[in-house]
């Protein structure tokens, strides 16, 4: 089950803590915090999660994450409402240390999700799989018009600091050095649909985050770089110098890392951000003196999330997912498979092989089915004269929880088209990934919204009583419902008319309860499960009682 905040309990739960500037798109950058107060109730629909109903924010913000107390790492999805561009879609968001200073710096390690960039917007709701303590939702306000972009340096090509604002987000204390080994590469989980206006905004954003929510020193990547290519200076103390970042507990002192702005978790990072990542890697190394390939050995200096114990010495490539030393999913699937190629551009200097466009379109077959029935999920892959490709395997994605999995895999036809069956349990999204291959582009279709409606039968349902007499319905439901609604209609001028609604629990899928017919007439009933997180509104069929005295 999970547990849902009443509407009024939710509103009035939430607190400003001490304040931001009045207004809501100031030019210079604020941060304010939510705090909620008394406890979430249970709630029929709540499948275990805590559940936020939709929360208006008193000023406009760009960039929120959560912190607690303790060291619990729930799950958190949210979305968010801009303006004039409605609700975005589910987005889960981290919830784990593994972006921490190294356990034996001098900088306060927290529990916090990541920050989550998401344009301008102005209200928020969350899931969280777990109640926590000292619950905050930290939010960053940078201004609705983007800041400008700054002449790049030809050598080596960054945005500096002070071009992206830095001046509003200064460092607590004076920059630490280490050595540089290798180099990270990370995911910052933001929504992808950011323009390139608003990256130097998310950098921002995402250092007032780091420092005044995590209570950092400064932003813990060394240096990021966004979909367009633009390559930016992260933690102070000079892009060219080994400085300790906060972007891989345990190897901070040994490593350099780089964030790409958004999430690769389904979809892997443009040919231009990977081209300027491996410019990036190539001097990093180089000022360093480190070989440009091969592997190299680290040693771990701990921490909670640290998949390697203290003093342990641990074998990695010179250019390492987060994921090769924390436990952690960053930097995403799907960029993490690109890896590869990134290595072999570091390595030779030579950009990417040009990709062979590709378009793929999808349908469903219904938006909306029964529990137990089938929805049909086709399309067509082709190049963008229409040309079909065919026998390319093609991958059906669904997402019920914020989280994108692979549901089925099928083949092209020789016409570029493709049909796969999916038997949806939940409400869920629903798009299709082309993988790509060599020299063939990666691509992803719209994403599709289908719809699920529950199964409600009563057995065996009466059709003839007596007034004053009671009658027994029972029944199942389809997925399982803590509570279904029993609906009594009577027959009156010709019209039926609705004279009774009863609550009705049902354990394990199953519902038992009953009524009285008060009078000699015509009487309906039928059993509603109501829309919920997961499903439609779903209802048995009418089922009609005559009714005769005694």
Known sequence: MRLLVSAAAFLSAFALLPAAPAGGGARNPFDFELAPRGTAKASAASGGWVVSRPLRTPHRFQLLGMRWRGRAEPRIVVRVRRPRRGWSRWQAIAAHADHNPDARGG??????????WVGDANAVQYRISRRVPGLRLHFVNVGSGARARAAQEPQPGFVPREAWG??????????????????????????????????????????????????????????????????????????????????????????????????????????????AIARFIRWKLGVH??????????????????????????????????????????????????????????????????????????????????????????????????????GEVVEVKVNGDGRWRTARRTTTAPDGSFTTELRPRLRMYVRVRYPGRPQVAPTLSTRLLLRVRPLVRIASPRTRGVAGKRVPVRGRVAPRKRIVHLVLQQRIRARWRKVGVRAVPARRGRFRSSFVPAYTDLYRFYVVAKADLDTDRGASAGQVLRVRSR
């Open 289 to 390: 003196g480190q070989p440009l390939f091969g592997t190299v050995t680290l040693a771990s200096t701990g921490g909670p999330t640290n998949r390697f114990a203290v003093g342990r010495r641990v074998t990695v490539p010179r250019v390492l997912g987060h994921r090769d030393t924390n436990s952690t999913a960053c930097p995403g699937t799907a960029l993490y498979g690109q890896l590869d190629e990134l290595r072999r551009m570091v390595e030779t200097g030579a950009p990417g092989v040009p990709a062979f466009a590709t378009r793929l379109e999808a349908t469903l077959g219904d938006t909306r089915v029964d529990f137990g029935e089938t929805a049909s999920v086709s399309g067509r892959l082709v190049a963008p004269d229409g040309t079909p490709l065919v």
């Open 107 to 116: 900088e306060r390690t927290s529990s916090a999700s990541d920050p989550l």
């Open 166 to 275: 830095a001046d509003q987000c200064r460092p607590r204390g004076a920059p630490e050095y280490g050595a540089v080994k290798a180099v990270h590469v990370h995911h910052t989980v933001s929504l992808n649909d950011y323009s390139a206006a608003e990256a130097p905004s998310i950098v921002l954003a995402i250092c007032r985050y780091h420092r005044n929510s995590n209570g950092w020193n400064d932003i813990g990547y060394n240096a990021l770089v966004d979909k367009y290519g633009v390559l930016y200076e992260g933690r102070a103390g000079g892009l060219d110098q080994a400085v300790v970042g906060a972007q891989a507990q345990g190897y901070n002192a040994q490593t350099s890392g780089i964030a790409n702005i958004g999430d690769h978790s389904a979809v892997e990072q443009t040919p231009q951000a990977l081209a």
